[in-house]
């Protein structure tokens, strides 16, 4: 059974600093994604990574995927308030089911 | 549409009672997905359809929870019974060929 698991699960930084959020996953995949959440609100795509090695850029956010490691990252360069929403990984279960995994989830709070 | 759209926005149940939920995905998408998310964390994947097939269940409490998509009707998911701990946002998501989905904003159930 693939489990997902994020770190940190709460992450609160300054303006203007980098920060890692880290998506671990259990068994073999090779469709992983990004997605972010404000608070009340739905899921909003920012990323999918679909082969080992894949690195993927918007603005301040980057992702990258080593599906060796089974290991994923969102990487925040200097951050802004903006930036503050809950971050989740979701991994593709394989062999064509469909059915995304996610991780519990990164409560991001940007501090001005 | 260009959106999956969800109703009701929120949706307040005795216990006991039935609960209906409903989901119109993005036109041309074949696959549709249930998840719940329970405590504003925690996705947990329940049913998806292609088209008007089940594709999996897996992750269906089948005794009182039961999904259809009907062709020219919206998605539904039932709940019959509800039960406190079945208080949760559920989110439908639709995607054109079961990879990139794409969410609705969800319905709040609140079972008192």
């Known amino acids: 059974e693939l489990k997902v698991e994020q770190n940190p699960l709460f992450l609160s930084m300054q303006e203007g600093k980098n920060y890692t959020i880290y998506c671990n996953y259990s068994?073999?995949?090779?469709?992983l994604y990004w997605y972010r959440q404000d608070p009340g609100k739905s899921l909003e795509s920012l990323f999918v990574l679909l082969s080992n090695g894949a690195v993927k850029q918007e603005g301040r956010l980057m992702a990258s995927l080593d599906t060796k490691a089974r290991l994923s990252t969102l990487h925040i360069t200097a951050a802004v308030h903006d930036l503050s929403a809950t971050y989740f990984c979701a991994v593709d279960e394989g062999s064509g089911t469909y059915k995304y995994i996610f991780g519990t989830g990164t409560r991001l709070k940007v501090l001005a | 549409g260009e959106e999956v759209a969800q109703t009701p926005k929120h949706l307040v149940r005795g216990e006991g009672q039935k609960a209906k939920l409903y989901c119109a995905p993005i036109?041309?998408?074949?696959?549709v997905f249930w998840y719940q998310q329970v405590l504003k964390n925690e996705f947990k994947f329940l049913i998806s359809f292609q088209n008007e097939n089940v594709f999996d269940e897996t992750g269906m409490p089948k005794e009182r929870f039961s999904a259809k998509c009907l062709p020219n009707s919206p998605c539904s998911l039932e709940i019959q019974a509800t039960k406190l701990e079945d208080s949760a946002v559920y989110f439908c998501?639709?995607?054109?060929?079961?990879?990139?989905?794409?969410f609705g904003s969800g319905t709040q159930l609140s079972v008192l």
């Open positions: 068994t073999t995949s090779d469709r």
């Open positions: 998501a639709s995607s054109q060929l079961g990879e990139k989905l794409f």
């Open positions: 036109k041309g998408h074949s696959y």
